[in-house]
């Protein structure tokens, strides 16, 4: 009798041990062995790479770094304008090379007994039945080092301090466009001290006051004094530049300058830093300086009267009827405000006079 197999139960899978030609590879589940094989080895790699970065950042989290040094340097408007370099001299602390920042010999270095290396000492003061007080201090047999060297074996050169001062010359490039206040960094060539990163050293950039031109970012203000004359006839004047260039503005006949006017030269201002071809305006602003009192007789007022332009109509003084007359007077402030103290110490002398003391009468 045949026996029919059943469906219930899937045929088992045939698997070769000799690969095939074409494909020779082990496979995993549904993915090849080589695939997960390459995903293995990137794992382990992104891995390596965030241990060694969590590294570095505590590395760099548990060095501690001296203080920075900031020195001021007194710079001229020229100096942003064209550029230079300056020396600036400057005194640091740095490790001592006979010792190495040890203090003394290899070896004669020992930990402090009394703080156990702490630098600090702990007492313990009773203030009362049951009360006590914890004072921490500096401890007097390392000074706070936490170390000891026998007086034998201290270095010579630096006395066992580990550090020596050294003069140090800092050559300060100084850009065109650079602006007052900027700062110019030296990595690491601040104080040194054993155990510690070195620190910065901070230039900040002082500029003077100069006395023709006033910055303004790329812009460079002057002011330049024109007599009437010129404002209404014209003028030519000479202009020297920071970088000792000498231009000639003009003025042409009939453009009336005001008081107050601004007038600017283009690509005359100061460079742009880092891009010192491109340069700001050179802003003029005008003040005419009038003639004095009386400058031409009476009888000739009336022909310059004829040159200049018209006056403005105004109410006429038949229409008015009642009216008061005033002269003009020059005016001083240096005067008013003299007078004005005056008035107010005028006015404490009576209100003291008003707060005297009173007899009271009966």
């Not at 045949?2 to 045929?11: I, Y």
């Not at 505590?58 to 408007?77: D, F, P, R, Y």
């Not at 401890?139 to 001062?165: F, L, S």
């Not at 040159?307 to 403005?312: D, F, M, V």
Request: overall charge positive; glycine content about 8%; proline content about 5%.
């Amino acid at each position: 009798m045949k026996v029919k197999s059943s469906n219930r139960f899937p045929r088992p899978m045939k698997c070769s041990l000799i690969p095939k030609r074409e494909s020779c590879m082990t496979v995993v589940g549904s993915r090849p062995l080589k695939t997960v094989a390459q995903e293995a080895v990137a794992l382990a790699h992104r891995w390596t790479s965030l241990t060694c970065s969590l590294g570095e950042v505590e590395e760099c989290i548990g060095k501690e770094q001296e203080k920075n040094v900031i020195h001021q340097l007194s710079v001229t408007l020229e100096d942003l304008y064209n550029g230079c370099t300056r020396k600036l001299a400057l005194q640091k602390n740095v490790i001592c090379d006979k010792c190495e920042g040890r203090g003394g010999r290899k070896g004669a270095v020992e930990c402090c007994p009394s703080c156990r290396g702490t630098g600090m000492q702990v007492r313990i003061h009773q203030i009362g039945p049951g009360m006590v007080q914890q004072i921490q201090s500096i401890c007097t047999g390392c000074h706070g080092q936490g170390q000891r060297i026998n007086p034998k074996d201290k270095c010579k050169t630096c006395n066992a301090r580990k550090i020596v001062r050294e003069k140090k010359i800092l050559e300060v490039n100084i850009d065109k466009g650079m602006k007052d206040g900027q700062k110019i960094t030296f990595a690491g060539e601040g104080d040194q001290e054993p155990g510690l990163e070195p620190g910065d050293i901070i230039i900040v950039l002082d500029q003077k006051e100069h006395p023709v031109y006033t910055r303004q970012e790329e812009d460079l203000l002057m002011q330049m004094d024109i007599q009437l004359v010129e404002s209404l006839c014209g003028f030519k004047k000479l202009i020297t530049t920071l970088d000792n260039r000498t231009i000639v503005i003009t003025s042409h006949p009939g453009q009336a300058i005001k008081p107050g006017d601004l007038k600017c030269l283009l690509n005359e201002g100061m460079p742009t830093y880092r891009r010192p071809y491109e340069k700001g305006r050179l802003i003029i602003q005008f003040k005419v300086v009038f003639p004095d009192k009386n400058f031409v007789p009476l009888d000739k007022l009336k022909q310059l009267e004829k040159l200049l332009p018209k006056r403005q109509k105004t109410e006429s003084i038949e229409d008015v009827e009642i009216m008061e007359e005033a002269d003009l007077e020059d005016f001083d402030m240096s005067q008013e405000r003299r007078r004005h103290y005056n008035g107010e110490a005028y006015h404490d002398d009576d209100d003291s006079r008003q707060r005297g003391v009173q007899c009271q009468t009966s």
